[in-house]
């Protein structure tokens, strides 16, 4: 199905435990499928009824999958780089989870006013309600906790 949806040449190398309210994906990255991957989340959020939360969602996703692309190191003799990611449908909102097999921890860097980038943790910590990072051999995960209806300073967002 994940074929049919964003095709072949983006080499989305599958789905896996797909359950309702879950979508969970393996995706070799690069612009296009980043795109596809945020919209496919955005409308399986539509479909669990929260829709309020789509936008932060996929805005959250493709900005840590466009990390993963840039910064991380891809897996052993890849050449591609390669990230798992799932978006879960849980009481009072959605959690989103990035995984690449890049141990090293992203950092926060302080952006100047003419820096084009270097805001992306940033972004992510003012979208979302909760941000954590983990390790997670032989990687690490980064988590967004989004809750419907809630304002995404209120708990306060770590890194």
């Known amino acids: 199905m994940v074929e049919?949806?964003?095709g072949p040449a983006l080499?989305?190398?599958?789905?896996?435990?797909?359950?309702?309210?879950?979508?969970?994906?393996v995706l070799e990255l690069s612009p296009k499928s980043i795109h596809h991957a945020k919209t496919i989340a955005t409308e399986n959020a539509?479909?669990?009824?929260?829709?309020?939360?789509?936008p932060d969602v996929g805005l959250v996703l493709a900005e840590l999958l466009?990390?993963?692309?840039?910064?991380?190191?891809?897996?052993?003799?890849?050449e591609t780089k390669v990230a798992r990611?799932?978006?879960?449908?849980?009481?009072?909102?959605?959690?989103?989870?990035?995984?690449?097999?890049?141990?090293?921890?992203?950092?926060?860097?302080d952006a100047d006013e003419e820096s084009i980038g270097g805001r992306g943790l940033q972004l992510v910590s003012a979208v979302a309600n909760h941000v954590s990072i983990t390790p997670s051999p032989p990687g690490?995960?980064?988590?967004?906790l989004f809750l419907s209806g809630g304002d995404p300073n209120q708990s306060g967002a770590a890194a």
């Open 85 to 109: 990611y799932l978006v879960q449908r849980v009481p009072g909102g959605l959690v989103a989870v990035v995984h690449d097999d890049d141990p090293a921890l992203p950092e926060s860097r």
């Open 66 to 78: 466009t990390n993963v692309l840039q910064h991380a190191r891809p897996a052993g003799n890849r």
């Open 11 to 25: 080499r989305a190398l599958g789905m896996t435990n797909g359950k309702p309210g879950q979508l969970r994906m």
């Open 140 to 144: 690490k995960d980064i988590t967004a």
């Open 46 to 54: 539509c479909l669990w009824g929260v829709d309020d939360l789509a």
């Open 4 to 6: 049919q949806l964003i």
